[in-house]
């Protein structure tokens, strides 16, 4: 699971490190920056994912999670709203990639305290790449015509046509006629 933290968000330009840094803020105030994972290590366009942030301290603030974000701006953020994270400290949001490439999701808050320099609480980043959806595979269906090339699934298993035909019986599946058919 990719977990990056550590950078601070400072007049629209990003630093980033990779090691979750403690900030002292001041007395009696303390941040630390959130860590963020995602629950698959392939994305792909169209797929469903969990964000996780992990906080290492109490949040006297809700997390904002953002996607390719300049700032966390309300009705911009991932889940459309700040989370507040629960007793073990995380907060958790879904996410579905619409678009294919590199992504940057950024997390604000884990802190308690004031003060934060520019006004901006502590955040995190971890850059993301996105894959294309995947494609569909059919399933082999009696009667249906495969032209070579074409890739079907039966029983779980994908096969590639080797030579064009339809598929007349019902004996015709692809484990039953390697002529017509290769496993992939």
Same mark, same amino acid.
């Given at each position: 699971?990719?977990?990056?933290?550590?950078?601070?968000?400072?007049?629209?330009?990003?630093?980033?490190?990779?090691?979750?840094?403690?900030?002292?803020?001041?007395?009696?105030?303390?941040?630390?920056?959130?860590?963020?994972?995602? /629950?698959?290590?392939?994305?792909?366009?169209?797929?469903?994912?969990?964000?996780?942030?992990?906080?290492?301290?109490?949040?006297?603030?809700?997390?904002?999670?953002?996607?390719?974000?300049?700032?966390?701006?309300?009705? #911009?953020?991932?889940?459309?709203?700040?989370?507040?994270?629960?007793?073990?400290?995380?907060?958790?949001? #879904?996410?579905?990639?619409?678009?294919?490439?590199?992504?940057?999701?950024?997390?604000?808050?884990?802190? /308690?305290?004031?003060?934060?320099?520019?006004?901006?609480?502590?955040? /995190?980043?971890?850059?993301?790449?996105?894959?294309?959806?995947?494609?569909?595979?059919?399933?082999?269906? #009696?009667?249906?015509?495969?032209?070579?090339?074409?890739?079907?699934?039966?029983?779980?298993?994908?096969?590639?046509?080797?030579?064009?035909?339809?598929?007349?019986?019902?004996?015709?599946?692809?484990? #039953?006629?390697?002529?017509?058919?290769?496993?992939?």
């Amino acid at each position: 699971m990719p977990v990056m933290s550590g950078h601070w968000f400072s007049r629209g330009a990003v630093a980033v490190s990779a090691i979750a840094v403690t900030l002292g803020m001041g007395a009696g105030s303390a941040s630390a920056l959130p860590s963020i994972s995602v /629950s698959s290590a392939e994305l792909r366009v169209g797929q469903t994912y969990t964000i996780t942030i992990n906080c290492d301290v109490r949040s006297t603030l809700a997390v904002a999670i953002d996607v390719d974000p300049y700032s966390a701006e309300p009705g #911009q953020l991932l889940g459309g709203d700040l989370l507040t994270p629960n007793e073990n400290l995380v907060a958790t949001v #879904q996410w579905t990639p619409s678009t294919a490439g590199a992504h940057t999701i950024q997390a604000y808050g884990c802190s /308690s305290g004031a003060g934060w320099p520019d006004g901006r609480p502590p955040t /995190s980043v971890l850059g993301v790449t996105i894959e294309p959806a995947a494609p569909v595979v059919q399933e082999w269906q #009696q009667g249906s015509t495969y032209q070579v090339g074409d890739v079907v699934s039966y029983q779980g298993v994908q096969y590639k046509c080797r030579q064009a035909h339809t598929a007349h019986a019902p004996n015709w599946t692809p484990p #039953q006629t390697p002529a017509l058919w290769q496993q992939v």
